[in-house]
């Protein structure tokens, strides 16, 4: 032992309440970065899962439901390439006389999965094709030539002008209408929802991509198209009066007789068509291709069946098919991710996920 | 064997920058991504996902490094409390590096969904499609995730503590370019 202690080896400063102070202030400054990329400083930022609670707002939770198009059947077929579009995508679905099985689901708009067929004039169609390399096209349409908005926020501001008023339980003729005036893009849809009677069947619909996508050829060329399935059956009579449901119905009945085609046409825009805005139709004359058949040849109930565990992101696309500038692409992507893991954790119980209430399915059905 | 140079290996320090990067990157990919509605959402789900099986891949070749090359002891003064927790904490940053991809390619794979990494490259599955699993898998990316980021946060805030307060040569050991000798492996020298 010396008498006097030799100096520190490593001298620590007198104060070191300033460099502690620096260490917490990066630390901080890194985990505000983080929570403000994350959205919870900016509330204001419209995030998926803020519209899908919008959804929740409107029409209540229904456990294990989609939080849109709740209702709907599952089916199943093929699709059978002509090979017209193969000169524009590499995507091997398209490939001459390539026969692809698709996993598909028809439904209705709205979050209740109980509300009558007769309750919107659209239906909706959602495919899943999955190629013989393992890729995957997903895609979903409607029954409709044009959507109402052409962006996230649009879509968002609509649902809230669509939440019910608790006092009345229906929407707000006020709020729509303030809505409608702030959106003239919403003209096109409103002019043909006027007209448009919902039907009695989901086979004699066409579906529209209505969201633009690109081709890409064999020399990387990208060509924007939009798609539309055009039904073989064109019986499409009234629907039936004062039933809740008869979609289903009709549809089995129709494939107990025979399968159900579409042919899937491919409109490719001309220069200067709109990409990012699917309140516009293109126009007539633009070419379109007969890329091949849709056959769906049977059903299965949407509680059990195949397309239950299915979420239809169109932004999942196989190799020669990718999105556009569509600035509605993302955001479904984004949405849907909130409700597939909403309805699948409710499905599987999960602590903290929505479990089933009196208005919610019976256990019988599950 | 043992080692005497102050210094991790060469690769594990040229590795641990790398993928402190690559790391973090992800980190504030993946909670940008899942908070967006516009293009944003695409491009960046379009880099996390070969990014963050990148990681998988170089957090093995690291952990051969790490197996291969022992890492400098730690200052012997530095309480054997902070040891514990600089050894626990390390072998959790190793673990979480591996676990956050395969838990992401795993919850895809039970998703149903086709795993691309690119408009053309698919990995395979690697987990039976089954709804529940994907639910209880996405919950654990995302809790996961948070736990990599908070233990990162003391990470970085333990170096530096070590560069700044104690100033101890810990933080020059992980440096690729040596400024200046790191303080000597105190291991065997019991200073005070
Ligand atoms: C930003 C705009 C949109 C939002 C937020 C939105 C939201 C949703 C949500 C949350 C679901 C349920 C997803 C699931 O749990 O699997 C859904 C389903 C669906 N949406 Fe959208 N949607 C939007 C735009 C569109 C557009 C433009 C189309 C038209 C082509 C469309 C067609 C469909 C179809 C067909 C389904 C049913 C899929 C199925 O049967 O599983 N949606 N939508
Ligand atoms: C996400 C980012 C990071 C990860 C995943 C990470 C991971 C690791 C791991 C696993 C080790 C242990 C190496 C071993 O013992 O084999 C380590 C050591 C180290 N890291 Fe990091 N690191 C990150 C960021 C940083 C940053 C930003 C700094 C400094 C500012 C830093 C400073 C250090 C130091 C000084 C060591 C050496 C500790 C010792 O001597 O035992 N790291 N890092
Ligand atoms: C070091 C590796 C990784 C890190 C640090 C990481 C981090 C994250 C984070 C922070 C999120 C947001 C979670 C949330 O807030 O809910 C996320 C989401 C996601 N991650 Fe990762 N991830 C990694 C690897 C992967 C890999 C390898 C894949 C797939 C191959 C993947 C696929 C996904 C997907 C698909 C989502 C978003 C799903 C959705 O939209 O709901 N991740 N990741």
């Known amino acids: 032992m010396h008498a006097t202690p030799e100096p520190d080896p490593t001298p620590i400063p007198r104060s070191l309440l300033p460099r502690f102070l620096l260490i917490g202030a990066i630390l901080l400054a890194i985990a505000a970065a983080f929570a403000y990329v994350g959205g919870w400083l900016a509330p204001h930022r419209l995030t998926p899962k803020r519209l899908i609670d919008q959804f929740q707002a409107n029409a209540g939770v229904y456990p294990g439901y989609r939080r849109n198009h709740a209702k709907g059947v599952c089916v199943a077929g093929y699709f059978k390439s002509s090979g017209q579009a193969a000169a524009y995508s590499v995507a091997q679905v398209f490939a001459p006389g390539e026969r692809t099985p698709v996993v598909g689901r028809f439904a209705i708009p709205g979050s209740n999965p109980y509300a009558p067929d007769g309750s919107v004039p659209i239906r909706s169609m959602a495919l899943r094709f999955t190629q013989a390399n393992g890729q995957q096209w997903r895609t979903g349409m409607n029954s409709m030539p044009v959507f109402p908005v052409a962006t996230p926020q649009a879509f968002f501001a609509q649902l809230q002008a669509q939440q019910p008023d608790p006092a009345t339980g229906k929407p707000d003729p006020k709020k729509l209408a303030a809505f409608f005036a702030a959106h003239p893009e919403t003209a096109a849809f409103r002019a043909w929802a006027k007209t448009a009677k919902p039907s009695a069947s989901f086979a004699t619909e066409s579906y529209w991509s209505l969201d633009a996508f690109e081709f890409v050829d064999a020399k990387g060329v990208r060509h924007a198209v939009r798609w539309r399935m055009a039904p073989e059956a064109t019986d499409s009579g009234a629907a039936p009066a004062g039933q809740a449901d008869y979609l289903d119905a009709d549809l089995r009945q129709r494939l107990a007789q025979a399968p159900q085609r579409w042919k899937l046409l491919v409109t490719l825009a001309n220069p200067g068509d709109p990409t990012d805005d699917a309140t516009q139709t293109w126009p007539a004359d633009r070419t379109t291709l007969d890329a091949g058949m849709l056959v769906i040849d049977s059903e299965q109930a949407q509680d059990s069946g195949a397309c239950r565990d299915i979420n239809y992101d169109p932004t999942v696309l196989p190799h020669g098919i990718a999105i556009s500038d569509d600035p509605l692409l993302p955001a479904r992507s984004a949405a849907y991710a909130v409700s597939y893991l909403r309805r699948t954790s409710e499905e599987a119980h999960l602590p903290g996920s929505a479990r089933p209430s009196a208005k919610a399915r019976p256990e019988s059905a599950r | ?192």
Not at chain 2, 1 to 11: D, H, Q, S, Y
Request: glycine fraction near 6%.
């Open chain 2, 1 to 192: 064997m043992k080692n005497t140079t102050g210094l991790f290996a060469l690769p594990a320090r040229v590795l641990h920058w790398l993928m402190a990067v690559m790391i973090l990157a992800m980190l504030f990919i993946g909670i940008g991504m899942v908070s967006s509605v516009s293009e944003r959402h695409a491009w960046l789900l379009r880099i996390h996902k070969p990014l963050g099986i990148a990681i998988l891949l170089l957090a093995v070749v690291r952990l051969a490094v790490r197996l291969r090359h022992p890492p400098p002891p730690l200052p012997a003064d530095l309480p054997t409390l902070q040891k514990l927790a600089a050894r626990a904490s390390h072998w959790l940053l190793y673990a979480l590096m591996i676990a956050m991809p395969l838990v992401g390619w795993a919850m895809l794979s039970a998703g149903g969904y086709p795993v691309m990494l690119s408009d053309s490259l698919r990995l395979p599955a690697i987990f039976p499609t089954n709804a529940t699993a994907f639910a209880i898998l996405r919950h654990l990316h995302t809790w996961l995730a948070m736990l990599l980021f908070l233990t990162f946060l003391a990470h970085l805030g333990a170096a530096l503590y070590h560069g700044l307060i104690r100033r101890d040569g810990v933080l020059a050991s992980i440096a690729v370019h040596r400024r200046e000798t790191p303080a000597p492996p105190q291991a065997d020298v019991d200073a005070r």
